[in-house]
């Protein structure tokens, strides 16, 4: 099976820009979690999604959002980019988002660097 | 709210001595501890979780860790290091609360040498 999936691997943007985040679970995985690794730094929780639905939310201010489409698949979007954004994107998927003994399974990341 | 630590921003151990990365917890109630490995350019790999049961977890490529409720900790460890072992560890909290939402601590690099 096919694990997490993430694109693009690598972007850079300019300060003011948007960007747009891609993720794919593992097939059967229903709930799906964004963080923010700054580097040097632990992941950072910004939003989880289970069955389209948001169903927690980090300390991010509202230029980021997210949504997860019918086939379990998610987008995180950024906008007015900030240098401080640099960062490397993780997506990570797992069974349901109501058993709390399920682990997260991580895709690969993208690095976004923004200049 | 709930926190890990690790203590150590790096760790050095020769290959084939055993090998212990600290993380400490806190939480208010029974908590969901986990460790994940990173490799450079890689995403979070999963290794062992504590949720109840054991204290002594097994998990992936011979690592186990230890839940102490009474130290608050769930240190990592393994009989004997490989270089391969080496990369970046991280120790993660459950929420109890909301527990859609993960913690994980700074890191702990861990090297391993010949």
């Known amino acids: 099976d096919a694990g997490v999936t993430q694109s693009p691997t690598h972007l850079i943007k300019t300060r003011g820009q948007h960007v747009t985040l891609r993720c794919s679970p593992i097939s059967g995985h229903k709930s799906v979690s964004w963080y923010q690794q700054v580097l040097g730094q632990g992941p950072q929780f910004i939003f989880q999604?289970?069955?389209?639905?948001?169903?927690g939310r980090g300390n991010f201010p509202d230029r980021f959002s997210a949504r997860q489409f019918p086939n379990y698949s998610s987008e995180l979007n950024v906008n007015a980019l900030l240098l401080g954004d640099s960062a490397l994107y993780l997506c990570?998927?797992?069974?349901?988002?109501?058993?709390?003994?399920?682990?997260?399974?991580f895709g690969p990341g993208t690095r976004l660097t923004v200049t | 709210a709930q926190s890990v630590a690790q203590p150590e921003d790096q760790v050095n151990v020769a290959e084939g001595n055993p090998l212990t990365v600290k993380c400490t917890y806190s939480?208010?109630?029974?908590?969901?501890l986990f460790w994940y490995v990173q490799y450079p350019n890689r995403g979070l790999q999963f290794l062992l979780k504590y949720i109840t049961g054991d204290n002594l977890v097994k998990g992936s490529y011979g690592f186990e860790a230890e839940f102490n409720k009474s130290q608050t900790s769930f240190h990592l460890k393994k009989p004997s290091a490989l270089v391969s072992d080496s990369a970046l560890y991280f120790c993660?909290?459950?929420?109890?609360?909301?527990?859609?939402?993960?913690?994980f601590g700074s890191g702990t690099k861990l090297n391993v040498k010949p």
């Open positions: 990570a998927s797992s069974l349901s988002s109501r058993d709390r003994s399920y682990e997260q399974y």
């Open positions: 939480v208010s109630g029974n908590p969901y």
């Open positions: 999604y289970y069955e389209k639905e948001e169903r």
């Open positions: 993660a909290v459950r929420d109890i609360q909301d527990f859609n939402k993960f913690y």
